[in-house]
């Protein structure tokens, strides 16, 4: 039994050194970091769309891990239609969404050890502590959910629509909402992106707004950091607003303008460490330091182009912060 486990071991060990020199020279892109300030230590990843791939890099830009997603998965839906990925960290497996497809999660031995499939899924899941999976549809038509909970099995437990807070689609074919992502609290309330009508609002479980951001230019990726909301607008930048100043747009605070400083469609934002979040660029991954106001790392990706400009290009929507323990 002793001599089993060794063995057991050793072929970890070695399927580990082998992935190591697989990637040991295979750089995505280049890099670009300050010297004034200690980087976060961990691993970045993301989705190539055209690719099909999901590529997980340290902070020299160098792969450590890459997945290509099966055909029989990639195909059923859109990866450019709001692809998210997810690091699980109690498993270090990822959960990673297929727009229109389905939510998958891999383990590191490529294997799919998970799935839900359902074409109302794209933009944001999220594996909640209870095991639960929770979900936005953001190319919503009238009549759809636009957050879904689900138990492991894949029952649904939790529905809600933008109709249970006095609002309807006027369009039958068109997203009013474009809602791309949700976070839910251990009390049960929730906190949805209303992008198409530029505001956030936190629901409680009794599915009662009992607070609401307006006025956040088509809003992406709110989240709640201590008594404050962060998130990014469009044009705007990266804002940050007080839960006290719900529904001026003069109070909030302008901590990074995204396209003055050559950024296009500011996605992902993760809070990752201190005053550290992750964020994405159509071909750039960042992390900004929320004390500073400023970069301090970022690797622009080869390949990858303008979401708008270069349309057979690869481009970025989510990212994921992988810790090192």
Not at 79 to 92: F, N, Q
Request: net charge positive; glycine share 6%; proline share 2%.
């Amino acid at each position: 039994m002793y001599l089993k486990s060794i063995i057991i071991g050793l072929v970890y060990l070695s399927s580990v050194l082998l992935q190591s020199l697989v990637y040991a020279n295979d750089k995505v892109g280049t890099i670009s970091s300050t010297s004034d300030v200690a980087l976060p230590n961990g691993l970045v990843a993301y989705i190539d769309p055209v690719e099909g791939a999901i590529y997980e890099v340290n902070m020299k830009g160098v792969v450590t891990w890459k997945y290509k997603i099966p055909s029989k998965i990639k195909n059923k839906g859109s990866l450019r239609h709001g692809a998210d990925i997810e690091w699980l960290k109690d498993r270090d497996h990822f959960l990673f969404v297929v727009p229109k497809a389905g939510i998958y999660e891999v383990n590191r031995q490529k294997e799919i050890v998970w799935f839900y499939e359902t074409r109302l899924v794209s933009h944001d899941a999220d594996r909640l502590p209870n095991g639960n999976t929770i979900f936005v549809n953001a190319w919503d038509r009238k009549g759809d959910n636009q957050v879904v909970e689900i138990t492991p099995g894949g029952k649904m437990v939790f529905q809600w629509k933008i109709a249970d807070i006095g609002l309807t689609c006027s369009d039958k074919t068109a997203d009013c909402t474009h809602i791309n992502a949700v976070q839910k609290f251990a009390d049960g309330s929730f906190l949805v992106s209303l992008r198409d009508l530029h505001e956030v609002v936190l629901i409680d479980k009794n599915l009662k707004v009992v607070e609401r951001y307006q006025r956040i230019r088509n809003v992406h990726d709110p989240l709640f950091i201590g008594d404050q909301l962060i998130a990014v607008a469009r044009r705007l930048g990266l804002i940050i607003r007080g839960r006290e100043h719900l529904l001026s747009k003069k109070e909030s605070a302008n901590v990074f303008r995204y396209i003055e400083n050559g950024y296009r469609f500011l996605r992902t934002n993760e809070h990752i460490s201190d005053d550290n979040i992750l964020l994405t660029g159509t071909k750039h991954l960042l992390i900004f330091n929320l004390k500073l106001k400023k970069i301090i790392w970022k690797i622009k990706l080869d390949g990858f182009g303008d979401q708008k400009r270069d349309k057979k290009l690869p481009f970025l929507y989510k990212a994921a912060w992988v810790k090192i323990r």
